[in-house]
């Protein structure tokens, strides 16, 4: 007689065995029962954690920043700051604000110079100039981008004259 090898038959039986096996070992319970883990006594003191490292002094303004430094800031700082305020001033012009919409379209080229190609403004009175070709935005401009732009760089600034350590000049340029 020829018997034929089946894997399915063959399996079969050891299959059947381990599962019989299976139930025998892993229910084996403990002849004693379990007792939590004991725990410590409350201290008086807590240990205190580590303290960690302290963080590098930030710089407190522009001038004291170095390169690597300022690029940082003004990635981390000023352009969320000033992208968010100029959305909220007008979302349909500056829905795609970057680098270059202060910095100018050679930002790379004239490696962040300031001021680059922005409107220029006389030296004697830009806040009036400034209103005389569009009054709104330059509303906008003296009252909050002069302002947190100052603040955000650690510069002082005169609302009224646009003029100081950072003021319309530090971003127009300069009509001759």
Known sequence: MYIRYNPTVMRTPAIVLALSVFPTISCDKPSEPT???????????APEPEAAPPEPEKPKTWADMDRKQRKRFMGLEVLPKMKSMFQEYNAETYGSFKCQTCHGNDW??????MPNDLYPLPADNPIEAAREYDAEITEFMVEKVLPTTAELL????DKTTGKGEFGCHSCHLVAE
């Not at 007792?35 to 003191?45: I, L």
């Not at 790379?108 to 110079?113: E, I, W």
């Open 35 to 45: 007792q939590p883990p004991a725990t410590a006594e409350p201290t008086a003191e």
């Open 108 to 113: 790379t080229d004239v490696d962040f110079k």
């Open 154 to 157: 650690g510069e002082q600034y």
